[in-house]
């Protein structure tokens, strides 16, 4: 392989402005308004800052307080966050390199907590937030998280925009 596609830039560089803002943000909350772990302050409207500790995967799945668990989930954000740069480096289409720079951005983001801390600092709290019919946001994410959401959700908009390839 020589060199990266143009794409590649686009996925890299958006991978490391996601990896800077999650830890920044990772910081300030850690160091900042001196949040306990399950305390909560109020940020703006039903938005707060909820400090939690996430030693699972999304959502909490998978908790547990063995070591084994951490080190696997870091392993298969690890080989996540590598496919991901092995597949950046072809990236010719601007969604494209944009949803593998956010999922590889988000990966790496957490993959620093799960190393550092043994869990994955979550602090978005948007429990708060109505939707229809009475119901509300059931969780608690941070900024990595929110980057592989959005990375997913562009590759599933743009498979759906694709027109499908005939086989040959």
Known sequence: MTGLARGGWLSFGLA?????????????ILGGPHLVAGESADLWGPLRLTL????????????????WPRWALAGFELAV???LAVWARRAEKPLTAIFIGLVMGGAVGN??????????????DVRGLPLPLG????WIFNLADSAITV????????SLASPAKAPP
């Open 16 to 28: 490391i402005l996601v990896v800077a803002l999650d830890q920044i943000a990772k910081a300030s």
């Open 52 to 67: 939690v500790w996430n030693p699972g995967v999304a959502y909490g799945l998978f908790r547990s307080d063995a070591q």
């Open 81 to 83: 966050a590598v496919a």
């Open 111 to 124: 993959l620093i907590d799960r190393v550092r801390f043994g869990a994955v600092v979550d602090f978005l």
């Open 135 to 138: 119901l509300h946001f059931p």
């Open 151 to 158: 990375g997913i959700a562009i590759l599933v908009i743009e």
